[in-house]
């Protein structure tokens, strides 16, 4: 069955740099994938959205790639803020073609003023 | 228009009782989901429904568990005999439906379900 994979220890990093979070997959070549962005006690906010055949998607400071090769994404906040820290939560679409999106279990963020 | 809105927000209750958890998509939306999520943990998909289609109950844990939506609108999702291992937060969400960017999802805040 398709698995979704996130490091699961949390990233933490100081104010100013680039994070990069992680998103590898297995057993299925799916359409699109899309990022959210998780606070506690909240519900997942959407980010960004990258298909199949696209590479690279930037909104603002956020860029993902999605390399259907390596079935890799990678997400990335660049001039990272402490606002920025939260648990970020790739999606997939599930492989019984219902749209239903699979979520890996995400990764916490941290950033260091 | 108002986003995703779930009720109620916490909900303590006694193993073996009923409960009941409302969700109100944004208008508009033909699909709705409700995923599981204990602390700490990733979102488990519950069900999903889409249009006037049958739903799909794949991620139900349990003959305990069922939801329905009426009216294409508002969904209740209904845990019977609760158990301890029911505490979680239940969240639901809403998408203008299905493929490509139609199936970005809109959640609510959740429910914070504990079962003493």
């Known amino acids: 069955s398709q698995k979704i994979e996130q490091n699961s220890e949390a990233l933490n990093i100081q104010e100013g740099k680039t994070a990069t979070l992680t998103c590898n997959y297995t057993?299925?070549?799916?359409?699109?994938l899309q990022w959210y962005r998780q606070d506690p006690g909240r519900g997942p906010v959407f980010l960004l959205l990258i298909r199949e055949n696209e590479k690279e998607k930037r909104k603002e400071r956020l860029k993902v790639t999605f390399d259907t090769t390596l079935k890799q994404s990678l997400f990335h906040i660049t001039a990272s803020q402490p606002a920025d820290s939260a648990t970020y939560l790739c999606a997939l679409d599930g492989e019984d073609s219902s749209y239903k999106l699979i979520f890996g279990s995400g990764t916490r963020l941290l950033v260091r003023p | 228009g108002a986003g995703v809105s779930q009720s109620p927000s916490n909900k303590v209750t006694e193993k073996g009782k009923d409960v009941e958890l409302r969700c109100d998509p944004i208008?508009?939306?033909?699909?709705l989901y409700w995923y599981r999520q204990s602390l700490g943990q990733g979102l488990e998909f519950l069900i999903y429904f889409q249009g006037n289609s049958a739903p799909d109950k794949s991620g139900l844990p349990s003959d305990r568990f069922s939801a329905e939506r009426t009216g294409g609108s508002v969904s209740t999702l209904t845990i019977q005999r609760t158990q301890q291992e029911d505490s979680a937060v239940y969240l639901c969400?809403?998408?203008?439906?299905?493929?490509?960017?139609?199936?970005?999802?809109?959640f609510g805040a959740g429910t914070r379900l504990s079962v003493l």
């Open positions: 057993n299925y070549s799916p359409a699109y």
């Open positions: 969400a809403s998408s203008l439906g299905r493929g490509g960017g139609k199936n970005i999802q809109y």
């Open positions: 208008s508009g939306h033909t699909a």
